[in-house]
């Protein structure tokens, strides 16, 4: 939207995580995902991080 970073995905390969960085909240606020996988590609945490409040909830 108007050259707005909307997201931001980061992969890391070797470790088998993903962080999705979700920047649709409005001006400087953020929330971040991480899933992470096992060997087999089978989700085995997941993590969800207000950056704003430094705040994590693992689901």
């Known amino acids: 939207m108007d050259g707005a970073l909307i997201a931001a995905i980061e ?28 060997r087999r590609g089978l989700l085995t945490s997941r993590t969800k991080r207000d950056l704003e409040r430094g705040v994590g909830v693992g689901v």
């Open 11 to 38: 992969r890391d390969l070797a470790g088998r995580r993903v962080v999705i960085t979700d920047h649709t909240g409005g001006a400087g606020y953020a929330v971040e995902y991480e899933l992470c996988f096992d």
